[in-house]
């Protein structure tokens, strides 16, 4: 279980988060009623995260992964008609402003990216992650290809034509796998959106230099979050961190406890038959000759208490993983390492009273009762 939650904290999440600052703007008020209020508003901030000191690259987003937020949507493909062809396809709808791609750093795998164009009402251009473009055009190029959002008998069709493909990423959690995900250019910015920016240095040292740039601008504007997004990322198995952490203290505890058990009951075993080592060093038998039988005598009980326990191990992983994600198939080096971590520890706990019993002097050992 250890080991898989280590490979589900090195899944690839299908951009670059690392020096990417996220923060939540939330503009209140009368002055930022409707979408046109607030439009400016993100525009001069914006223009303002591209000035500040490291700052290579801004963007907006409505709903970021990892943040919680999501905004699904219905889809189908179209061609040169107006009527919506195929079955919908549920998908993450993200509302973009140009740049925001760019500044979490995904993939670019063909076409372009958004222009600032591309965010004027009449445009009617999207992005689509690969996962999207393989699901309605498989074998393909989707460029140029339609897309109705939403699309319902009897209601405006909004259509968007596919100017680029993505790679796709993980939105909501490391385990979850990733949905289909398509990105609209829109100026129609929402009462909160969040700012991205990506810094050359540490994004957290960023977060005043923003909190004092937004509140420039408007001090009326709150930001309600400024926070990296490795930090956003690592959150969402926040609890499965604690459950492994505990897990792996319970683990040494429990090996620990285990070898003290192997060395109270070879050496109390070792003590009973003193008389008898004695006799064996007197008929010849040599310190190593005593240390090997003690050892022998020990590991045999421990060995097939690691048999026991790596069938019974083998099991529960087929049981645990209907139950609980992220748990593979048992690999072949961490099963080595769990046999040789544990016949290691009986191994010392053994040694302890194989050395001790070795070093009895014969005479002492025949007079003992």
């Known amino acids: 279980m250890i080991s898989s939650f280590v490979r589900l904290l090195n899944a690839d999440v299908g951009f670059q988060p690392g020096h990417v600052l996220a923060s939540i703007i939330v503009p209140q008020g009368d002055a930022y009623k409707t979408a046109e209020q ?33 905004n699904g949507a219905s889809l189908r493909s179209g061609d040169a008609g107006e009527t919506a062809q195929g079955s919908n396809v549920n998908a993450e709808l993200d509302r973009v402003s140009a740049g925001y791609l760019e500044t979490i750093g995904v993939r670019l795998l063909q076409g372009r990216w958004f222009r600032e164009e591309d965010e004027s009402n009449a445009s009617n251009t999207a992005i689509v992650d690969e996962g999207a473009a393989r699901r309605f055009w498989p074998s393909q190029d989707p460029i140029g290809k339609r897309l109705c959002i939403d699309c319902a008998d009897g209601q405006p069709q909004n259509w968007k034509q596919v100017i680029g493909v993505v790679n796709s990423i993980r939105h909501y959690s490391l385990e979850a796998a990733p949905d289909p995900e398509v990105y609209v250019a829109d100026r129609s910015m929402e009462s909160a959106q969040f700012l991205v920016v990506r810094t050359r240095g540490r994004a957290g040292e960023l977060s005043g230099a923003v909190r004092k740039m937004v509140a420039s601008l408007d001090p009326n504007v709150p930001v309600y979050l400024s926070a990296e997004m490795t930090s956003l990322a690592g959150d969402t198995i926040s609890d499965r961190r604690f459950t492994m952490a505990m897990l792996a203290i319970t683990g040494i505890l429990a090996l620990v406890l285990a070898a003290a058990g192997v060395y109270a009951v070879v050496s109390y075993a070792t003590s009973r038959r003193t008389q008898e080592i004695g006799i064996r060093m007197a008929l010849g038998a040599t310190r190593g000759n005593v240390q090997n ?7 045999q009980m421990a060995l097939a208490g690691v048999a026991s326990g790596l069938i019974t191990g083998l099991i529960a992983i087929r049981l645990l993983r209907g139950v609980l994600a992220g748990v593979g198939e048992a690999q072949t080096a961490t099963v ?3 046999v040789f971590l544990v016949t290691a520890a009986a191994l010392l ?9 070795a070093s009895v002097d014969p005479m002492t050992a025949l007079r003992n009762e």
């Open 336 to 338: 080595l390492f769990a």
């Open 293 to 299: 039988l003690v050892l022998r005598e020990g590991m």
């Open 349 to 357: 706990a053994c040694s302890i009273p194989a050395r001790r019993a």
């Open 38 to 70: 607030r439009a400016p508003l993100y525009r001069r901030i914006l223009a303002a995260a591209w000035t500040l000191p490291g700052v290579e690259s801004a963007g907006t987003v409505d709903a970021l992964p990892f943040s919680g937020e999501n």
